[in-house]
């Protein structure tokens, strides 16, 4: 038997990365045509928005409380949140979910820490670039990590909100991305962390300046191997 994954989605594009990274990659341990059962529930994004923008992380947390409620009475055993910038609301969920939850930042720094990485470069939203989930986590494997400057974060928040989570990967933002890690390459970074769902869509690894961690198929990886557990 193994344990019930549920899903609480952020963007449409992310949660797809996610569910199907689980999908694709657990035959490999289970078996052909096998994967752990899924449950995933899907809050508009537009909701959680209103609150984030607003700076209301509690919000936040009470609406993926509910989500949790109601995966875990779908029989799910413990939960994720492929969406990064979600996570500055786990002091105000945590306490009131009725399952456990993994932490994508968490699995970042295991992943980071296992290849020796000491300083990363931080991609996401700049509510996640600003905010408080990556130095907290990283602070734990003595992890430093560094931000793009503010005219750079402006730019990197209008390519997620207005091309990625609506399935667009323009050319021009691929490249724009990677002169962004470059720079931060510059200012003495070892790997860059792909913290939007949807970076990784449009992020090449084998084209990026720095070696990338996908927070979404860590947090998909380590979900899997939680449900063998």
Not at 102 to 130: D, N, P, W
Request: proline share 7%; with cysteine.
């Amino acid at each position: 038997m193994t344990k019930h994954i549920g899903i609480v989605a952020g963007s449409s594009e992310g949660a797809a990365l996610c569910y199907r990274t689980i999908c694709l990659e657990a035959p490999a341990i289970m078996g052909e045509h096998n994967h752990p059962e899924i449950t995933m529930n899907s809050v508009p994004l537009a909701e959680h928005m209103r609150y984030i923008r607003a700076d209301d992380w509690k919000s936040v947390g009470d609406l993926m409380a509910a989500s949790a409620r109601k995966v875990a009475a779908a029989g799910a055993d413990f939960a994720i949140c492929p969406d990064n910038t979600y996570h500055q609301s786990f002091p105000y969920l945590i306490p009131q979910s009725p399952i456990p939850w993994l932490h994508i930042a968490t699995c970042v720094g295991q992943e980071a820490s296992r290849f020796g990485y000491s300083r990363l470069a931080i991609l996401g939203t700049k509510y996640l670039m600003e905010g408080p989930v990556y130095p907290s986590s990283l602070e734990e494997f003595g992890i430093a990590r560094e931000i793009p400057d503010l005219p750079d974060r402006e730019r990197i928040n209008d390519i997620i909100f207005n091309e990625l989570v609506n399935g667009l990967f323009p050319e021009s933002s691929r490249l724009y991305l990677n002169e962004v890690t470059d720079k931060l390459k510059g200012r003495g970074c070892d790997a860059v962390v792909l913290g939007c769902t949807e970076l990784p869509l449009i992020v090449r690894a084998d084209d990026s300046p720095l070696p990338t961690l996908d927070s979404t198929r860590l947090l998909a990886r380590a979900a899997i191997k939680k449900a063998l557990e």
